[in-house]
């Protein structure tokens, strides 16, 4: 299984940023994905989730109203659209991947924030 992160990068504050996320190796579409963060010196925190259909969405209240978590089934691609962003967004970004016990990671995607 890889889960491939691309799409991070330096950005302004109050400019957008689309991380994507390129599955291979699962059955994606029965997968729970998710996208994390973990910036320096802290512990890693959920960012945004999508079910397996698609269907339901979840964020964290910091980024709620500014990321869109989207996932394509076809492509096995899952999408985290970024706007609005501030320097409390800058993290490394991971894309995760759960079914049941079965849970993956990508390696990571830089996103920094300038202010």
């Known amino acids: 299984v890889q889960l491939v992160e691309s799409g991070g990068g330096l950005v302004q504050t109050g400019g957008s940023l689309r991380l994507s996320c390129a599955a291979s190796?699962?059955?994606?579409?029965?997968?729970?994905m998710s996208w994390y963060r973990q910036a320096p010196g802290k512990e890693r925190e959920l960012v945004a989730t999508?079910?397996?259909?698609?269907?339901?969405?979840q964020y964290a209240d910091s980024v709620k109203g500014r990321f869109t978590i989207k996932r394509d089934d076809g492509e096995s691609m899952v999408y985290l659209q970024m706007s609005s962003l501030k320097s409390q967004d800058t993290a490394v970004y991971y894309c995760?991947?759960?079914?049941?016990?079965?849970?993956?990671w990508g390696q990571g995607t830089q996103v920094t924030v300038s202010p």
């Open positions: 995760h991947a759960r079914l049941r016990g079965d849970v993956y």
């Open positions: 190796g699962l059955t994606f579409q029965d997968y729970h």
């Open positions: 999508i079910d397996d259909y698609g269907w339901r969405a």
